[in-house]
C-alpha cells in the first residue's frame, strides 16, 4: 500500500470513541461492497437495500458507480490503472462512511481481485462484506439497461468488463446473490438478513 506524497501531514483522531458513536447512534457501520458486471443488478440491489434500512431508523448509504465518475472520479477512466485508482479512491471514501457508522453499501463492477482485496485491507477486521452478484453475461446482456454490451460487440466501448477487459470473480465473498430468476425484493432481503445475522441491524 503506498504512501502519502506530502510528510508533513498527521492523522488526527477525534474527541468521540468508536463505541461512543455506536452507542449514540444506534449504529454500527460497514461497508457492502456489491460486485458483478455490468447489468447484473449492483445498483438496484443496493438502493433497495438502503431503502430497507432507512425504514428502519438506520443510517445507510449508496456510493454508486456512475455517481462517482460524475464527481470524485472524473478525472479516471477505464484503463486497468484508472479502474484500480477508481477503486482505491471509492474504498477509501467507504471507510470514512463506515467509520461514520453508516451501512455503506458500494455498486461498482471493480473487476480485479487485488483491487478489491486492497479495500478490505484497510477496513477494520469484518467491517468489509464483500456481495458477488453472481449473474451470467447473457442474462446481463438480455437487460443492457444502458445499451453498453451492444456498444461493446460492436467494438463502439473499448476495455468494457466481460467483452473486452476481464472480470475476476470473487474466490471467497462473504454472499454471493444469483440474481437471475430472484426479484431485487429477494435479493435484498438475503443481504439484510445477513446484515441483522452479523449484527450490523437489529432485527424486528
Not at 16 to 41: D, F, H, I, P
Request: with cysteine.
Amino acid at each position: 500500500m503506498s504512501e502519502p506524497k506530502s510528510k508533513n501531514i498527521t492523522w488526527h483522531g477525534t474527541n468521540v470513541e468508536k463505541a461512543e458513536r455506536e452507542q449514540a447512534l444506534n449504529a454500527r457501520g460497514c461497508v457492502l461492497w456489491l460486485t458483478g458486471l455490468s447489468g447484473s443488478g449492483k445498483s438496484t440491489i443496493a438502493y433497495r437495500v438502503e431503502q430497507l434500512l432507512l425504514e428502519r431508523g438506520k443510517f445507510a448509504y449508496v456510493l454508486d458507480g456512475d455517481n462517482i465518475r460524475y464527481g470524485l472520479n472524473k478525472d479516471l477512466g477505464f484503463s486497468p490503472a484508472d479502474r484500480t485508482e477508481n477503486i482505491r479512491r471509492i474504498g477509501e471514501v467507504a471507510k470514512l462512511f463506515a467509520d461514520a457508522c453508516a451501512v455503506t453499501s458500494t455498486a461498482f463492477i471493480s473487476p480485479y481481485r487485488a483491487d478489491r482485496d486492497q479495500v478490505r485491507a484497510i477496513c477494520p477486521a469484518g467491517t468489509f462484506i464483500e456481495v458477488y452478484v453472481d449473474t451470467p453475461i447473457e442474462e446481463c446482456e438480455k437487460r443492457d439497461p444502458k445499451g453498453l454490451y451492444k456498444k461493446a460487440r460492436a467494438g463502439l466501448i473499448p476495455e468494457f468488463t466481460g467483452v473486452s477487459a476481464p472480470y475476476e470473480a470473487p474466490e471467497n465473498p462473504e454472499i454471493v446473490l444469483k440474481t437471475a430468476g430472484r426479484s431485487v425484493d429477494e435479493c435484498a432481503a438475503e443481504l439484510l438478513n445477513y446484515l441483522i445475522d452479523k449484527g450490523f441491524v437489529t432485527a424486528g
